[in-house]
């Protein structure tokens, strides 16, 4: 019973509980939270399983993220706490939540060259084909690209290189420079083809954010290379090396593999092309809900508003956020970027999604179920704004 109790505790707020119940339940918090971050191992596994499982068992993974964790969602509900502003100093130092994000490079890229193998090697059904292919997305460009993006707002180098070499295994490294200088600084805007517009499909939202954000890179590297003196397409450009280095990397393992097996592998080159496609095409879809319809003030022709908490949706289901690193928590993120994930906060006000990402990104591929749950939304949360600054 006293451990049933603890644990109840850390779902309550810490205002409600005794000082010594309080420590208790904090320190618990910490306990799970800490095993809660290392959710998105889980997908590997699955992967593996499936394979070994073979035929359909290979959407193990599919199944897992699409209705495991919707469900479990539902079931555990959400977790609205946010850390003491005494404990943020501590648990941003804590070396322990770092070495959750390196281990995962090192685990996608090693799941990575696992599967090339074994896709060479395996006669795998269609059916088999599709599901291993999907799961591996699903790895990828869900848990790689969110570590990805976690650890390209960080100031030192080794984790930005981390968070390039995580982008090169779904030929998305341009968003490394798109998304933090262009996406943030234009977000909720027109300028912003991140910016899902009301009543945007999320298929045609994919073409403009796919390619606008591709053009943007080449733009601000353009930029920077005239503020440095050089010509706008020098080498130096980190373009070349951002959008000729995936494909390079694919072949790479197309030849070595190829050596290995004893023949040649072209099979290994088309599945790492289709789960790049799928893998960026789920960034897509979050960068698509995340903003849906939210459009910051123009306060003069062609200035906005500060970006607020106001102009993200949010979630704070407890496992989907778990392994998503807290993604969810999305508004925070704008208006702190370099904040680490396990101290981003809850904002009550800010609009909330009715569902995890997960849930989410399949109401946005049918469109006329996406706008018939996110439009009311988008109405309410268009006249909360109207008062804010009518007030």
Do not use: C
């Not at 800010?350 to 569902?355: E, F, H, I, K, T």
Request: aromatic residues 16%; charged residues 15%; without cysteine.
């Amino acid at each position: 019973m006293l451990f049933l109790d603890l644990i109840s505790q850390v779902f309550v707020h810490p205002n409600t509980i005794s000082t010594t119940q309080n420590k208790t339940a904090v320190i618990m918090n910490r306990i799970i939270q800490k095993i809660g971050f290392f959710s998105a191992f889980i997908l590997p596994l699955l992967l593996v399983t499936g394979f070994y499982a073979g035929g359909a068992w290979n959407f193990l993974t599919v199944a897992f993220v699409f209705i495991g964790i919707p469900l479990l969602d539902y079931l555990l509900g959400e977790d609205k706490q946010n850390p003491a502003k005494t404990e943020e100093q501590t648990l941003t130092q804590d070396a322990y939540y770092r070495f959750v994000n390196y281990t995962w490079v090192f685990v996608q890229w090693g799941l990575l060259l696992w599967a090339s193998y074994m896709f060479a090697v395996s006669d795998l059904s269609t059916v088999a084909q599709i599901g291993f292919v999907l799961s591996l997305a699903l790895i990828t460009g869900g848990i790689g690209i969110t570590v990805a993006h976690e650890l390209g707002h960080k100031q030192g180098w080794w984790q930005r290189f981390y968070a390039k070499i995580l982008l090169s295994s779904v030929w998305y490294m341009h968003f490394y420079i798109e998304h933090n200088l262009g996406h943030h600084v234009h977000v909720s805007t027109p300028k912003d083809s991140a910016t899902s517009r009301e009543n945007e499909s999320f298929y045609a939202f994919w073409w403009r954010s796919v390619s606008g954000g591709y053009r943007s890179a080449w733009q601000i590297e353009k930029q920077r290379m005239q503020r440095q003196g050089k010509p706008a397409y020098a080498l130096s450009n980190r373009m070349w090396l951002y959008s000729f280095l995936p494909p390079f990397l694919i072949l790479l393992i197309v030849l070595a593999v190829s050596w290995i097996v004893g023949f040649f592998a072209w099979q290994v080159g088309v599945m790492l092309l289709i789960q790049s496609v799928l893998g960026f095409s789920l960034l897509e879809a979050v960068n698509y809900l995340e903003h849906y319809g939210l459009m910051r003030r123009e306060i003069s022709p062609g200035r906005y508003e500060r970006v607020n908490h106001l102009h993200s949706w949010n979630n704070s289901h407890l496992l989907s956020n778990f392994f998503l690193f807290q993604l969810q928590r999305h508004s925070d993120h704008h208006a702190f970027a370099v904040r680490p994930y396990q101290i981003l906060r809850h904002h009550e006000e800010s609009p909330q999604l009715p569902a995890g990402y997960p849930t989410m990104i399949l109401l946005a591929l049918v469109p006329p179920l996406w706008f018939r749950v996110m439009n009311p939304r988008l109405q309410a949360w268009k006249k909360q704004v109207s008062r804010q600054a009518a007030a």
